[in-house]
């Protein structure tokens, strides 16, 4: 019986033993699953903080003034990922773009037992703009440039005075040979568009072609062309046309911004208050900067600078 006693408390000792030995691997394991873990999460939740920032970064230099770049990177990681910091941002051309990165240090529960106290994560994002070069507007409407340079005195658009394009008659525009003199037989400056949206696709220094008739294509309803009032859009602007009917064409120059306050395209196709009256064709608005993030334009780095930049995400 006691040799069966010392036998149990032996073997207890042997356990006890064995236990302390597995200890050092079991926490390693418990660093692995939760410590490793917690480096991956915050990686993930870095790499959204860096993205916002150069995504910022790079909209002001697109607007044409970068300011403090430092502190507009910091504040929008900070902004997103509390604790985390950024390094000044990278600016670089051919194709104009910027880098953020991003860090924080991660303080680990179990790792300090076999050596690591913590773990520094770094994230990286790079944005790419340029002006669009070519992709889908919203509205199948064109503009010529000789509107665009008179609105914006050759320049950059700067202001909001709201001014009214002609599509069917001499504009107060003097000069002009867009469609505000309805230089297009049978074209009203209405573009072609696919069998079931009122959009256009173009792209620059190629043609894209007219749709005939002195309304709005068949495509399009009024209650979806009233919903871009007071909204901006992005069109093409021609400088240079042919032909007639329905083989009318305009040379795609570049794209611009356009406020749209008002319009009068014939029979329903109207706002409340009419921008022109008759049987004039017309669009109020005026000519605006725009940073576009969304997928329907690509750009370039050459592409006429008009106001309208397209920023991508390019890591």
Request: charged content about 10%; proline content about 5%; glycine content about 10%.
């Amino acid at each position: 019986m006691q040799r069966l006693i010392r036998r149990v408390r032996g073997e207890r000792g042997a356990a006890a033993v064995v236990l302390s030995l597995l200890m050092v691997p079991m926490i390693g394991f418990a660093a692995i699953a939760v410590d490793v873990g917690a480096v991956y999460a915050e990686r993930a939740r870095l790499q959204v903080a860096a993205d916002a920032a150069a995504l910022a970064v790079a909209a002001d230099c697109a607007r044409g003034n970068c300011g403090n770049m430092t502190a507009t990177a910091s504040a929008m990681v900070a902004a997103n990922n509390d604790g985390a910091s950024a390094a000044p941002p990278v600016l670089a051309s051919n194709p104009m773009r910027v880098t953020v990165n991003g860090s924080d240090p991660v303080q680990h529960w179990f790792a300090p037992v076999i050596g690591h106290d913590s773990t520094r994560v770094t994230a990286s994002a790079t944005v790419a703009w340029g002006g669009p070069e070519q992709g889908t507007a919203v509205l199948p409407l064109t503009f010529s440039w000789c509107e665009f340079s008179q609105q914006t005195g050759g320049g950059l658009p700067s202001g909001t005075t709201v001014r009214t394009i002609y599509f069917t008659k001499t504009s107060n525009t003097v000069g002009c040979t867009g469609p505000s003199q309805n230089i297009v037989p049978g074209g009203f400056a209405y573009l072609d568009t696919p069998a079931n949206a009122c959009t256009a696709a173009s792209a620059r220094d190629q043609r894209t072609y007219s749709s005939t008739g002195n309304t709005p294509p068949s495509t399009c309803t009024q209650a979806y062309i009233s919903s871009w009032v007071g909204r901006t859009v992005l069109l093409p602007l021609f400088d240079s046309s042919g032909d007639t009917g329905s083989n009318a064409w305009y040379h795609v120059y570049g794209y611009a911004a356009f406020r749209i306050t008002g319009y009068s395209f014939g029979g329903q196709f109207t706002t409340t208050s009419k921008p022109c009256s008759g049987n004039e064709r017309c669009v109020s608005g005026y000519f605006t900067r725009l940073v576009d993030l969304s997928e329907a334009f690509s750009y370039s780095s050459d592409a006429p600078n008009l106001g309208a930049s397209v920023l991508r995400l390019v890591r």
